[in-house]
């Protein structure tokens, strides 16, 4: 069986939640039973299927805030949260 698509926002609206200096904050549900991005209340909630052990959870936030933004996900920089759910990339510009 096939798995649902991710949900995801359009990319202008990830875009415009990034700062000055292009940093993205976000809080990841790890182990989630779907995928997504959602923005709630100004802020970027990210779920994935893959579990927290080994940076697995934190390399799936990466490609699907890639696939989001519509950028290779080696352009998506990892700034801090490595071992946390409140994590800070660094966006391309568009």
Partial sequence: MARPKAELPPPEA??????AEGRLAVRVTPGARSEGIEIEQGRIAVKVRAKPEDGKATAAVGELLARALGVAPSRVEMLRGATSRE????????
């Fill in 87 to 94: 994590k800070l990339f660094r966006i391309p510009p568009a």
């Fill in 14 to 19: 990830l875009r415009a939640l990034v700062d």
